[in-house]
């Protein structure tokens, strides 16, 4: 226990958690909110759905530290290409289950609303929307994971974070501070996975159609 305190204080673990879940969330919301209302439009407008998402698709295919470098002329070394990067990760799997969601909600829902005489605007806030909202924090909780990893990654561009800690310890080959940083950072990602996971569980019995 007493290596464990040691080198949590050495590596200033508590500020670099703060460094880390404050870059986790910026990207995490400026994700959710792109990437929702970027799903509210290709459902909008079907026909340039696909090509859209098969561009967000294309983002992905880029490696993570490849991504990182070809930002670092805009943004500069820091939180700012790792946050950038981190919300072009999330954006195809909270897009894309939006815009699923939105689309495949069974149309014995909608035909009932219709019939009682809501209109389309209406019908998706009321309707649709609610019923798809298993399938989009079913996105978000993929995009969780993503951030999780591309903000650890951010150590490598003096982004600070979690990630600082790690490569720093890899660098001076110090064992110990990697098991400390790397498990702490892995039980991050799996605190907030299951948190997203439990949301997804509760809607998914309120809603009950994925």
């Known amino acids: 226990m007493s290596d464990l305190v040691e080198v949590w204080e050495t590596n200033s673990l508590t500020l670099r958690t703060i460094e880390h879940l404050t870059m986790f969330s910026i990207a995490i919301v400026l994700a959710s909110i792109i990437?929702?209302?970027l799903g509210l439009f290709l459902y909008s407008r079907p026909k340039i759905a696909h090509p859209t998402l098969n561009l967000l698709n294309l983002v992905e295919t880029i490696p993570d530290i490849p991504l990182l470098v070809l930002l670092l002329p805009i943004f500069g070394l820091g939180s700012g290409?790792?946050?950038v990067a981190s919300v072009l990760y999330s954006l195809l799997p909270i897009t894309r289950n939006t815009y699923t969601g939105l689309k495949e909600v069974d149309l014995k829902y909608v035909d009932i609303a219709r019939a009682m005489g809501l209109s389309e605007k209406d019908i998706l806030f009321k309707v649709r929307i609610p019923l798809s909202l298993p399938m989009i924090v079913g996105g978000l909780r993929?995009?969780?994971?993503?951030?999780?990893?591309?903000?650890t990654l951010g150590g490598l561009i003096a982004?600070?974070?979690l990630g600082a800690a790690l490569i720093a310890g890899i660098q001076l080959y110090k064992i110990n501070?990697?098991?400390v940083a790397g498990l702490w950072t892995?039980?991050?990602a799996v605190i907030f996975d299951?948190?997203?996971g439990i949301v997804e569980k509760r809607l998914q019995r309120r809603y009950g159609i994925w």
Do not use: N
């Open 35 to 37: 990437g929702i209302f």
């Open 81 to 83: 290409p790792t946050i």
């Open 142 to 151: 993929i995009a969780l994971v993503f951030t999780m990893g591309v903000v």
């Open 159 to 161: 982004a600070g974070g």
């Open 177 to 179: 501070t990697i098991l």
């Open 186 to 188: 892995g039980l991050l």
């Open 194 to 196: 299951g948190l997203a």
